[in-house]
């Protein structure tokens, strides 16, 4: 299987890419760099999110149209402002992030206003589309999680006609999970007070060995 940056590297090489930039730009290149690649503009990101309470699934992306990928079709709703970029880290961490929409669809809104996004697993990709005859050619995973919290804003418009509105999703990381449990700690008081830990005396056992030890130096 291919690495990202080998993908990277085969899109930046690509026909349909390079015929697209070069008839932008009035250049002949042969290779594009990973920016150029980027500057054609055929850049989305893809939004699964499963939800947790009863069955449903929401495909949507930041598309000026519909996205078909892997026989699903993701809609173009609302406005993308902001995906934040997850942090890399040699340790395994809750590594949460946010997206931020505007303009959000109606029936959204009640979904997040009857809180039934309320802990749905979340799914973001990064694909490039062919900007010469459309179609996924390269797909990315960004981000694998849960729903945290929702915050939505409702504003009147200017022109008093229509409410504008804006919705910030906050998401935990799959690895949510290790912020529930302690990674380090001997006493037998904080060891029980975490949850699943409440009858395991390990610890107390320890300090029992420990108090009735005898501790002798050899000389």
């Known amino acids: 299987m291919a690495t990202k940056q080998e993908e990277l590297n085969n899109l930046c090489v690509h026909p349909d890419f390079l015929n697209a ?20 503009g055929t850049v989305y990101h893809i939004i699964t999110v499963t939800m947790a309470v009863g069955e ?59 809180g039934k996004l309320d802990k749905a697993q979340v799914q973001i990709q990064m694909v490039f589309l062919n900007p010469l ?17 929702t915050i939505l804003t409702l504003n009147m418009a200017e ?12 998401l935990n990381s799959n690895w949510a999970c290790l912020d529930q449990n302690a ?11 975490y949850p699943g830990n409440a009858n395991d005396g390990f610890f107390s056992k320890a300090g ?4 009735e030890a005898i501790w002798t130096a050899k000389k």
């Open 21 to 40: 930039f070069n008839t932008t730009y009035g250049t002949n290149k042969t290779i594009l760099s990973q920016q150029e690649l980027f500057s054609v």
């Open 56 to 114: 449903g699934v929401i495909r949507i992306c930041d598309g000026f149209h519909d996205i078909t990928y892997n026989g699903f079709k993701f809609l173009a709703t609302g406005d993308l402002l902001d995906v934040q970029t997850p942090t890399k880290s040699k340790e395994i961490n809750n590594q949460g992030m946010s997206v931020k929409f505007s303009n959000v669809r109606k029936d959204y809104i009640n979904l997040i206003q009857q």
């Open 133 to 149: 005859k459309g179609g996924v050619v390269g797909s990315f995973d960004v981000f694998m999680g849960e729903v945290d919290s």
């Open 159 to 170: 022109n008093d006609s229509e409410w504008e509105n804006t919705a910030e999703i906050k």
């Open 183 to 193: 990674r380090h700690h001997a006493s037998d008081g904080i060891h029980r007070s």
């Open 208 to 211: 029992k060995w420990n108090s």
